[in-house]
């Protein structure tokens, strides 16, 4: 229940830009020396492509508990992504949310269901990777 909660309120304080960003970064679980907001509103795929490779690190230690916020960070910077993208021609707005949904829904269960999680994170670097060049080097 306790990581339902914070995840939940990980992904609701992104859609509120009034709130300070230390109380945003300590309610994502990130240190406030690895993220601000006013990065992760600049270039929130840079800050996805970060916190899954933190994910990924705590994944291979087998430290699947820390490894929720970092992903929840993620999901926050695929939000601000999406706003972002949605409405533009390559569509990304969309990708980007059922991403980010699949991740906050992956992140609740991570401790108990983590058999392929490594290979989800893999997956969702290889998305954002492929997002990047989308967004700089559009094909007509």
Known sequence: MRRTIVVGCASLVTMFPSFSAPARTRASGANAEDVTWGTVWAAP?????QQLLLARSRVLEH????????????????????????GRYNWLGGEAGYTRQHILEYAIGIETDNDNAL??????????????????????
């Open 63 to 86: 430290r699947y508990s820390e490894a929720i916020p970092p992903l929840s960070t993620t999901a926050a910077a695929l939000a601000f992504f999406e706003a972002e993208e949605t």
């Open 45 to 49: 795929l840079r800050v996805a492509r």
């Open 119 to 140: 290979s989800k994170i893999d997956s969702w670097l290889e998305q954002v990777k492929q997002w990047n060049e989308l967004r700089f080097w559009p094909t007509y």
